[in-house]
């Protein structure tokens, strides 16, 4: 590129940079006035006269409180504006932008041409001059988009044409133009391949600078209902979707909070990699959960399948895992709750004193007293009512029984004053006062009152109604709280009369085994212990008996990893978000969790859609990996055709084969001193936490730390970590401890293999003892070195 164009470019950015600066000076002024506003107001609050002696009084004073609160609030709101510009701001200066654009808005090249420069936001002066625009922006997507010619794109007002002449992208560092250079394409492979080429980090970087047409079809898309990506690992869909959500705050500014937003991640560990993306954008992060906290929340009292246990220990027949993960048992409890408009209730006795107050069968005569037009909900809420009801009617009863008068003559000082200091106390049938303006006498200096009744009968008769009220209120919160269902026996009903609902035979159950099934689920239910597939069963039978709609004030949400759900669990969310658009992205290449029975998981979930309004999008090109890393990867795959190979070049994946424990452990101590050496990030991963456990414990090097928990943190250097938290995850280096049959032996394992190995972006290392896994058998030998 020759010297006039660079100085061109040099000049503007030096024009970008001194309106940047002076606006940085400015917005720091109105910070520092702001604050003098604030300290200003808040003295103000000691003129504010009270006056309570009238009602006029009362109302002038609480105008003048309201006054000052919002003058406050006001101060407040423009301190914070002021204070995210200057924090914007800051950012902008060292990196105003990294795109220039050329385009004319006829479809010609003799239109008007316009120049545009894009960067992580928009700057405009004073008079509205608009030095950079922000990449999310309608006319920016024609950098994403297209290359040199005649492009489309879409706007709130609908398709627009253009004609693009120049595409010019920058390298900007601390404010100085490290390279620039012209392309024809959308993103040019030089600045790709510049970012591909970095380390790795503990933290997840935005991708802006590099969108790619694919990916910004996801991230600008506003009409699909269900929008499923299915990408290959490393296709960067996770980066795509966590830059989507950037991109919909932007344009649904004013109507959409990141409060609205929620993503489902695979483990916390993920949660705390992504976690810096949206930061890092201007954006505030969205709502982030597992679907097992958002499971086990609802039920505190019971231990609910976790990661570990889920992939380690969970034992379920695969036949029956399928049936409860389909959605044939989704619509059967939907059908199992109807049934129970007609009689089935389970329901317990509200007991007061070790006795029945209301024996259950009186609360199922007025549960079912409603005629069969009624729903669930309705039944409940009307059972409630009644209930409550029969409590208050008890009050007077309950006041004049013996236990009542043995517990007035029980009280101590404190009690009785606690008591009798409980507000209003009606004194005779039409006779009402305030408890304090009883007769009292008050000791003065010890800050006691003493109240006196006008009778013994009265002043028992208000003990008691105070003593019986107390008792009764934890009865009064169960019937508020419904707890007088019992959705415990509710659920174990279900499982029992599954079979009227489904078709088990068609899953390959026989009666027998279901009926095995259900007695060890019973069994774990005793114990207080509950699979996830259970829980997702249990939540939505009680959601459906108790008449609830999901919460209403999500409109996006977004889940990772799709492919370790079942469609009961996605028809579930689907449910419990009822206005939500969804996003949902995974690759069914790395079903570790659900394995065989993911290969239907798109179609199933998208019947829960309108067809018009199901989008579907396929990511093959694979940018994590090298070339020779990607290509040893997809061989492991029965079917790995459908994932490309970014043209990065790099050392081909190498196998290491052990006679023992102790070589085994000598190869590994020397690839990490060759890593360490050559600053490469390395993750160990072994497929068990007993594996990674017993690794650390043998290497016993604090430089290495152990990832046992999804709620750690990643740290920088070398990590061992289990298969099953790797996921979404990319380490410049991966070593594979003990790939062989011990470890990785069925086929049904394959997809595990295929995504740990798919983590390493520079180098791939397999430690083997005596030979390498069965499931490497297909990979041509020419892909891998064995030392």
């Keep these: 590129m020759n010297d006039k164009i660079k100085q061109v470019e040099k000049q503007y950015?030096?024009?970008?940079?001194?309106?940047?600066?002076?606006?940085?000076?400015?917005?720091?002024?109105?910070?520092?006035?702001?604050?003098?506003?604030?300290?200003?107001?808040?003295?103000?609050?000691?003129?504010?006269?009270?006056?309570?002696?009238?009602?006029?009084?009362?109302?002038?004073?609480?105008?003048?409180?309201?006054?000052?609160?919002?003058?406050?609030?006001?101060?407040?709101?423009?301190?914070?504006?002021?204070?995210?510009?200057?924090?914007?701001?800051?950012?902008?200066i060292k990196k105003p932008y990294f795109a220039r654009i050329d385009f004319s808005e006829s479809v010609s090249e003799s239109g008007e041409a316009e120049t545009i420069y894009i960067g992580l936001g928009s700057f405009s002066d004073n008079e509205n001059n608009y030095y950079v625009y922000d990449w999310r922006a309608p006319v920016a997507s024609i950098y994403y988009d297209g290359g040199i010619g005649d492009v489309e794109y879409l706007t709130p007002d609908g398709s627009q044409k253009a004609h693009v002449t120049l595409k010019r992208q920058f390298q900007i560092e601390?404010?100085?133009?490290?390279?620039?250079?012209?392309?024809?394409?959308?993103?040019?492979?030089?600045?790709?391949?510049?970012?591909?080429?970095?380390?790795?980090?503990?933290?997840?970087?935005?991708?802006?600078t590099t969108i790619q047409k694919e990916q910004n079809k996801i991230i600008r898309n506003t009409s699909a209902d269900l929008l499923f990506v299915q990408g290959a690992a490393g296709s960067g869909k996770t980066a795509a979707v966590l830059q989507r959500i950037a991109y919909l705050l932007y344009r649904y500014r004013g109507k959409l909070t990141s409060g609205q937003v929620i993503l489902f991640s695979p483990n916390q560990l993920f949660n705390d990699y992504i976690d810096q993306v949206l930061p890092e954008l201007g954006e505030q992060n969205m709502v982030q959960m597992t679907f097992y906290q958002y499971a086990s929340r609802r039920l505190p009292k019971i231990a609910v399948e976790t990661l570990q246990e889920r992939f380690e220990i969970d034992k379920t027949d695969s036949k029956i895992a399928l049936a409860k993960g389909s959605l044939m048992m989704f619509?059967?409890?939907?059908?199992?709750?109807?049934?129970?408009?007609?009689?089935?209730?389970?329901?317990?006795?509200?007991?007061?004193?070790?006795?029945?107050?209301?024996?259950?069968?009186?609360?199922?005569?007025?549960?079912?007293?409603?005629?069969?037009?009624?729903?669930?909900?309705?039944?409940?809420?009307?059972?409630?009512?009644?209930?409550?009801?029969?409590?208050?009617?008890?009050?007077?009863?309950?006041?004049?029984?013996?236990?009542?008068?043995?517990?007035?003559?029980?009280?101590?000082?404190?009690?009785?004053?606690?008591?009798?200091?409980?507000?209003?106390?009606?004194?005779?049938?039409?006779?009402?006062?305030?408890?304090?303006?009883?007769?009292?006498?008050?000791?003065?200096?010890?800050?006691?009152q003493e109240r006196e009744f006008s009778s013994e009968k009265a002043e028992r008769k208000f003990l008691a109604k105070q003593i019986v009220t107390r008792a009764l209120k934890p009865l009064a919160q169960q019937i508020r709280r419904s707890r007088f269902l019992n959705i415990n026996a509710q659920f174990v009903d279900f499982l029992r009369e599954a079979h009227k609902y489904v078709d088990l035979s068609a899953y390959g159950i026989s009666n027998d085994e279901w009926r095995e099934h259900v007695e060890q689920v019973i069994s774990n239910l005793k114990n207080h212990q509950m699979s996830l597939a259970d829980t997702t069963i249990y939540l939505y039978l009680y959601d459906l008996i108790t008449g609830k709609h999901g919460e209403r004030d999500i409109r996006f949400l977004f889940i990772d990893e799709i492919q370790d759900y079942t469609p009961f669990q996605l028809a579930f969310l689907k449910f419990s978000f009822p206005l939500a658009k969804f996003t949902v992205l995974g690759d069914l290449n790395q079903a570790i969790f659900t394995k065989d029975n993911a290969s239907h998981l798109r179609e199933d979930f998208a019947t829960l859609f309108a067809p018009e309004r199901v989008e579907n999008v396929q990511l093959t090109q694979t940018?994590?990996?090298?070339?020779?890393?990607?290509?040893?990867?997809?061989?492991?795959?029965?079917?790995?055709?459908?994932?490309?190979?970014?043209?990065?070049?790099?050392?081909?994946?190498?196998?290491?084969?052990?006679?023992?424990e102790n070589e085994l452990l000598k190869l590994?101590?020397?690839?990490?001193?060759?890593?360490?050496?050559?600053?490469?990030?390395?993750?160990?991963?072994?497929?068990?936490?007993?594996?990674?456990?017993?690794?650390?414990?043998?290497?016993?090097?604090?430089?290495?730390?152990?990832?046992?928990?999804?709620?750690?943190?990643?740290?920088?250097?070398?990590?061992?970590?289990?298969?099953?938290?790797?996921?979404?995850?990319?380490?410049?280096?991966?070593?594979?401890?003990?790939?062989?049959?011990?470890?990785?032996?069925?086929?049904?394992?394959?997809?595990?293999?295929?995504?740990?190995?798919?983590?390493?972006?520079?180098?791939?290392?397999?430690?083997?003892?005596?030979?390498?896994?069965?499931?490497?058998?297909n990979v041509s030998k020419n892909l891998y070195e064995v030392r």
């Design 174 to 208: 601390d404010g100085i133009i490290v390279t620039l250079f012209d392309t024809e394409e959308a993103i040019g492979d030089a600045m790709l391949m510049n970012a591909l080429n970095g380390e790795s980090s503990t933290k997840m970087k935005s991708i802006v």
């Design 331 to 448: 619509k059967a409890v939907a059908a199992y709750a109807d049934s129970l408009n007609l009689g089935g209730m389970k329901l317990r006795s509200i007991v007061f004193r070790d006795e029945p107050l209301i024996p259950k069968e009186r609360i199922a005569e007025i549960y079912y007293q409603y005629n069969e037009n009624y729903k669930l909900s309705q039944r409940l809420e009307a059972t409630r009512d009644t209930l409550m009801r029969i409590l208050s009617s008890r009050l007077g009863t309950e006041m004049r029984k013996d236990w009542v008068d043995l517990e007035i003559e029980n009280l101590s000082k404190q009690e009785y004053d606690e008591l009798v200091g409980a507000g209003r106390v009606r004194m005779g049938d039409n006779e009402e006062v305030d408890a304090a303006a009883v007769t009292r006498r008050t000791q003065l200096g010890q800050g006691e």
């Design 668 to 777: 590994l101590e020397n690839q990490l001193r060759e890593n360490t050496e050559e600053q490469e990030s390395t993750a160990i991963i072994t497929k068990t936490l007993a594996d990674a456990k017993a690794l650390s414990k043998t290497l016993n090097d604090k430089t290495v730390t152990l990832i046992q928990s999804e709620n750690q943190r990643l740290a920088p250097g070398v990590i061992i970590v289990p298969s099953y938290l790797a996921k979404g995850l990319e380490f410049d280096a991966v070593i594979i401890w003990h790939a062989d049959k011990t470890r990785y032996k069925e086929d049904s394992e394959r997809r595990l293999l295929y995504t740990v190995s798919s983590r390493a972006m520079h180098r791939l290392t397999i430690i083997a003892e005596r030979a390498t896994t069965p499931l490497l058998n």
């Design 623 to 660: 940018y994590r990996s090298t070339q020779q890393i990607t290509d040893f990867t997809k061989e492991i795959l029965i079917d790995g055709q459908n994932i490309d190979a970014f043209n990065r070049d790099g050392e081909k994946p190498v196998v290491y084969i052990g006679q023992d």
């Design 13 to 92: 950015l030096n024009k970008t940079l001194k309106k940047m600066k002076k606006s940085l000076i400015d917005t720091e002024a109105e910070i520092k006035r702001s604050n003098r506003n604030i300290n200003d107001v808040s003295k103000r609050w000691g003129d504010v006269r009270l006056k309570t002696d009238t009602y006029s009084g009362i109302v002038e004073t609480a105008m003048s409180v309201r006054q000052q609160q919002q003058m406050l609030a006001e101060r407040e709101s423009s301190k914070t504006r002021a204070e995210a510009r200057f924090e914007t701001l800051t950012k902008q």
